[in-house]
Nanobody, 127 residues
Framework: QVQLAESGGGLVQAGGSLRLSCAAS????????MGWFRQAPGKEREFVAA????????YYADSVKGRFTISRDNAKNTMYLQMNSLTPVDTAVYYC????????????????????WGQGTQVTVSS
């Protein structure tokens, strides 16, 4: 069982930056591939970024590539999402998710691969 809690969301002007954190409980954080997703009002949840168990494999959605950086610190049971050059299109509730996996370099982009989810943190980008 993994419990996840996001933090770091807020209101920022276009062009600004935010850093989201995802704190995980339990001793199995390093056994999970991790991902960030977001959901804007009236839209489906969409993939943002994912990292493998070790952090050696990373993948981004095209919409955030070059602006967002995903990272994890297994010693601190925490994952991060550094978001730069934010635009109003990035406005959404951001969720972190964990996927238990035996593959150290595996990651997942589909929500149905993730077993555990946080409650979400709101990110609002004003124009």
């Amino acid at each position: 069982q993994v419990q996840l809690a996001e933090s770091g969301g807020g209101l920022v002007q276009a062009g600004g930056s935010l850093r989201l954190s995802c704190a995980a409980s339990g001793r199995t954080f390093s056994s999970n591939a991790m991902g960030w997703f977001r959901q804007a009002p009236g839209k489906e949840r969409e993939f943002v970024a994912a990292t493998s168990r070790s952090g050696s494999t990373i993948y981004y959605a095209d919409s955030v590539k070059g602006r967002f950086t995903i990272s994890r610190d297994n010693a601190k049971n925490t994952m991060y999402l550094q978001m730069n050059s934010l635009t109003p299109v990035d406005t959404a509730v951001y969720y972190c998710a964990a996927a238990p996996t035996s593959g150290s370099n595996w990651l997942y982009t589909q929500p149905n691969h993730y077993a555990y989810w946080g409650q979400g943190t709101q990110v609002t980008v004003s124009s």
